[in-house]
């Protein structure tokens, strides 16, 4: 199979050259993305100076490294249907996207020619063609060692390109099983590369580029100033380790093959004892700090896309997304959870709620009161305190006539929100924004996954030494007798499974971790049920806004002095909040075989012998068939 046809293969090689040639080349306005202009570099010698490579390089990094969520759903993005893969059960983004809708079958449902993932544009923006990213690697790979820079040099280059092309082929792994496997520099007068591989023969080539990495990258040391966000050692240990949890886990182990598990987890545990031993890597102290603090002072960050709010086009707009109106934002819907993540933390003792095993009683109308302190952390309900711009005691109102507010969200999150002001609530005119770095890998989540690991192999002991310390971090109470921070009444993998699976839903809300985690798992076609979300009225409608809005002599509104945690209190203003479902859309309704989706029908035409996927219409093609 070709990957394109002939004539559009041959546009994309010479896009690959043409980007090849950096001189005078802007990207970005820092060490790590820029470097000086030249005086221009022809594509021929491209691989022999580290200045050329390097600014060869970041645009890799800028087109593989994930962006802040949310920042490229945009039309130009696959066509605009990046929302397929942010698609989850955790928020009501589907309610303001239709491909989200389409993908979790709240609104019709996913064809062959929706999925856009590889990407169907000839340019070298982010998400605009992976095989893009892919052929940038392949040159590299295939002609730095025949080059002039120094081996050191060389080894440097080639353990972060040998890592960025096992990132792109495992991200199309995770939504294909198979796909087109070219490891050279293309010829077009030479065309040979055909069909599909299979997810086995993709992961061979994954674990073989990252260990590769892992050996050429020893020994190598990025200093934060000019190299924070560069891949080292410890970052390709814990890709790999990621992995072979996937190549172990139900969506490519339907089977359950038990010696893939045993792998994983001795991958894990080498990945979380290096970034602990090692490196030095300790979770955080306090939970919400976790994307506030950058740099050496974010001991458990591991991988990170860095952004700035004052350098020109290195911003983002999640402050504002993440904001309510009456704080300058916009209330992004993907940023409102939905009952499913509100009902997920469990109560302060660590025990679901409804629990008899629970030391404190869940109370539907106070429902904010004795949970999870993530809880306190993330969300912002009626009443609830949110500091931003500098107040320490501001106070965020979600009741449906709230004054200065628009766009109202009965909840909002309060992470990827800065306490002190930022530079500009809006990233505008490629500046601003809160310029917060995205965490894409952090300790907390290799802990997880080695607990997972450990879980499925029988060692429950080590899965909940994991989980154990995120959850003392968390500040969640050990509790008495063998409470165990709630870990005391699991007693089989079954229930450390489901545990597991629930921890990260609350340990990584909003880091888009739940759309893999659904499908990783197969749990995926398991959602039944609404979308769904709260909303909070008011008693006696505009009588009680009157009360609750009107302002003293020194201006601070009545609902500001009142004690929203005395239930009595509440409920004299307030009515329990209501449950809804935004858009009356369909229960959710994902058909089974979407765990691997199928190429666009662009895709397919251009080339040859690009099957599509099985369940798909025409499908013929099995991922994990070897």
């Known amino acids: 199979m070709k990957i394109y046809s002939n ?21 970005n306005d820092d060490e790590f993305f820029e470097l000086p202009d030249r005086g221009g570099i022809d594509a021929a010698s491209l691989f022999d100076a580290e200045g050329s490579v390097q600014l060869h390089i970041n645009r890799v990094y800028d087109n593989v490294i994930p962006q802040f969520i949310y920042q490229d759903n945009v039309s130009s993005t696959m066509s605009g249907r990046y929302g397929i893969h942010l698609a989850s059960d955790e928020n009501i983004f589907p309610a303001a996207d239709q491909w989200a809708r389409t993908a979790l079958g709240l609104q019709s449902a996913l064809i062959n020619h929706d999925v856009r993932f590889a990407g169907n544009t000839y340019n070298h923006a982010s998400g605009g063609n992976k095989y893009f990213d892919i052929a940038k690697c392949n040159a590299a790979i295939k002609y730095i060692p025949g080059g002039k820079m120094s081996d050191a040099k060389k080894k440097e280059f080639l353990g972060q390109y040998h890592a960025l092309r096992a990132m792109t082929y495992f991200e199309l792994a995770k939504v294909y099983g198979g796909v087109p496997l070219t490891l050279e520099p293309i010829d077009p007068q030479n065309i040979n590369v055909k069909g599909r591989a299979s997810a086995r023969q993709i992961f061979d080539v994954v674990l073989s580029d990252i260990n590769k990495s892992i050996e050429y990258l020893e020994g190598v040391q990025w200093q934060d100033a000019n190299g924070r966000g560069k891949i080292d050692k410890l970052i390709a240990t814990c890709i790999k380790a990621e992995v072979l949890m996937y190549w172990a886990s139900p969506q490519f182990n339907p089977g359950n093959d038990e010696s893939r598990w045993i792998t994983a987890r001795d991958a894990n545990k080498v990945a979380y004892e290096l970034a602990y031993n090692t490196h030095g890597k300790r979770l955080l102290p306090n939970y919400a700090d976790i994307f506030r603090l950058e740099g050496t002072e974010n001991t458990e960050a591991i991988l990170v896309r860095t952004y700035s709010s004052t350098l020109e086009r290195r911003g983002h707009d999640g402050e504002y997304r993440a904001r309510p109106a009456s704080a300058q934002g916009g209330a992004h819907q993907g940023f409102q959870a939905s009952t499913r993540l509100l009902d997920a933390y469990p109560m302060k003792d660590g025990n679901p709620i409804g629990s008899t095993a629970s030391a404190y009683t869940y109370d539907p109308v106070m429902f904010w009161q004795n949970r999870d302190p993530r809880f306190e952390a993330t969300i912002a309900y009626n009443g609830s305190t949110w500091p931003l711009d500098g107040d320490l005691n501001r106070k965020q109102w979600t009741y449906n006539t709230a004054i200065n507010e628009s766009n109202l969200r009965g909840v909002y999150s309060k992470r990827f929100t800065s306490i002190a002001p930022p530079t500009s609530v809006r990233y505008q005119s490629n500046l601003g924004g809160n310029g917060m770095d995205w965490i894409e ?62 921890e990260r839903m609350i340990e990584f809300a909003f880091e888009n971790k739940r759309n893999s985690d659904l499908r990783r798992t197969r749990r995926m076609h398991l959602l039944t049920g609404n979308m769904e979300t709260i909303e909070v009225l008011l008693r006696n409608g505009n009588t009680t806004k009157n009360i609750l809005e009107a302002k003293d002599a020194n201006g601070v509104m009545f609902r500001d002095k009142i004690n929203i945690n005395d239930k009595a209190t509440y409920l004299q203003y307030f009515q329990q909040a209501r449950v809804i479902s935004p858009g009356n859309y369909q229960p959710y309704n994902i058909p089974e075989f979407h765990y691997f989706y199928t190429f666009h029908n662009d895709f397919v035409n251009s080339g040859i012998d690009i099957q599509p996927t099985i369940g798909w219409a025409g499908g013929t093609f099995d991922p994990l068939a070897d």
């Open 441 to 502: 890998i952090r300790l907390a989540e290799v802990m997880l996954n080695y607990a997972e690991c450990a879980n499925e192999t029988g060692d429950l002991a080590t899965a909940k030494d994991m989980v154990r310390e995120i959850r003392k971090r968390a500040k969640i109470e050990q509790g008495t007798g063998t409470n165990d921070y709630g870990l005391g009444s699991i007693t089989s993998e079954g229930q450390m499974r489901d545990l597991i699976l629930n």
């Open 7 to 27: 004539n559009i293969l041959k546009k994309a090689i010479l896009a690959v050259t043409i980007a090849c040639s950096v001189s005078a080349c802007k990207v």
